[in-house]
């Protein structure tokens, strides 16, 4: 069921007349999966999966900064020992480029109505799976931030939520001061990767109203947006929870559930751990609300925030089972379910989860602005060949000026003048 291509490189190509279900006694599926996303997989999917079909899952775990390039070395250095790729969406074309991933475009065509392609999210389905017109995957995980905040610092000292970024600075400052070292008004996520970072700096663009790049490809890293998304992280981080630059994932995750921070913009599955009392303490003592905006733009947007999606590796064994997996692992069903859980890390993929009264029941306050996010116009990263460097090249300048070694400035122009010099 799977052919080569034409030439050295490119990918294989899954049969348009491949399984999209199936029993698998006796088939074990080795999976390649993002380190936050091994709740999901391993505690809630390989359990049905074997009910279902008889087959089952081995669930490896990569660092979410090693993900692309261990799934790449899988494959290119010949040992070959995964089925299923749960891969960034920035990361496709190098992906593709290495010939890490099948093209499934033939056998989406033939099954879409099996598939259920008409149910994907409008706003994730293209960005997450097509590259270069093929089709290379599935969506998996609906990837979005919303600003949380904590309830309870806010009215202790008598402050409503922000809607722009300057109530934020309002909001950070006077926490921050007033607490002594109690609470801070804001958790900045500041690890030097695309994920951290990255999103941190995103967040500022899309509320400013920025773009990375124009509708023609051309970088816009230098834009008054840009220029003030960035000089809002240097300008918050001295009354942030210490120190931007060295919070990650579970630090800030960790720092807001306790009670530490006021805000933080962060994915969306934070409403079910805020929810849940083994992992926090404000258990009904939180809320949340669109990224705020700032200078002109009056209007919210979010950011596709380092999504992922379900691909079958090239070295697979079972390429037949992982196509009837990744169908299976993405439809509705199975999506409300990881969707539904404390700690598996996923968010909505599909229309009818998104909007379901079991999915708002779970995230509770959370669930007008998650559903504004994915239902309007996210922005998208870079997915190209060369994406994860020309973003990580984006995040090493962004740290220099949060450092204060280098002014806001000059960093943008480092990394316009790389994405630039990439294109030509």
């Excluded at 052919?3 to 294989?12: I, L, V």
């Excluded at 695309?194 to 109203?209: F, H, K, V, W």
């Excluded at 001295?238 to 559930?257: E, K, Y």
Aim: charged share 20%.
């Amino acid at each position: 069921m799977l052919a080569a291509c034409g030439s050295s490189g490119e990918a294989g190509t899954l049969a348009a007349d491949a399984p999209v279900a199936g029993r698998f006694e006796g088939v074990t599926l080795k999976l390649l999966v993002n380190q936050p996303h091994v709740t999901s997989f391993r505690d809630i999917l390989a359990p049905a999966w074997n009910r279902e079909t008889g087959g089952v899952l081995e669930v490896t775990a990569a660092p979410y900064d090693q993900l692309t390039s261990k799934q790449i070395l899988d494959v290119q250095s010949g040992t070959g020992e995964f089925d299923v790729f749960d891969y960034f969406y920035f990361g496709l074309g190098d992906l593709v480029d290495a010939g890490a991933l099948v093209d499934l475009t033939d056998w989406i065509d033939k099954n879409s109505r099996q598939i259920g392609v008409d149910g994907y999210l409008p706003s994730v389905y293209d960005p997450y799976t097509l590259l270069d017109g093929r089709r290379w995957g599935l969506p998996y995980d609906g990837d979005v931030h919303i600003l949380f905040y904590n309830a309870e610092l806010l009215e202790r000292h008598g402050l409503e939520p922000p809607t722009t970024w300057d109530e934020y600075d309002e909001i950070a400052a006077k926490i921050t001061r007033d607490s002594r070292g109690a609470a801070y008004g804001a958790i900045v996520s500041g690890q030097q990767v695309p994920m951290i970072l990255g999103c941190s700096y995103i967040n500022r663009l899309t509320g400013y109203g920025g773009d990375l790049v124009d509708a023609d490809g051309k970088p816009q890293l230098t834009s008054d947006a840009s220029i003030a998304a960035l000089q809002h992280l240097v300008d918050v981080a001295p009354v942030a929870l210490p120190t931007p630059l060295q919070i990650g994932f579970d630090q800030a995750n960790q720092a807001f559930l306790s009670g530490q921070g006021a805000l933080l913009d962060t994915w969306t599955d934070m409403a079910l751990r805020a929810e849940d009392p083994t992992a926090s303490k404000i258990v009904g003592r939180w809320g949340a609300v669109s990224l705020p905006v700032g200078g002109a733009n009056r209007t919210p947007r979010t950011a596709l925030d380092a999504g992922f999606g379900l691909g079958i590796s090239t070295a697979s064994k079972n390429p037949e089972a992982a196509a009837a997996f990744i169908n299976w692992a993405t439809a509705a069903r199975q999506n409300l379910a990881v969707s539904s859980t404390a700690g598996a890390g996923i968010d909505p993929v599909r229309g009818e989860v998104l909007d379901s009264d079991g999915y708002a029941e779970v995230v509770t306050k959370a669930v007008e602005p998650i559903r504004e996010g994915l239902h309007g116009d996210p922005l998208v990263w870079p997915k190209a060949k060369g994406a994860p460097k020309l973003l990580q090249d984006l995040v090493d300048q962004l740290a220099l000026a949060i450092a204060g070694t280098q002014t806001v400035e000059q960093s943008l122009e480092n990394a316009q003048n790389a994405w630039e010099n990439a294109a030509t």
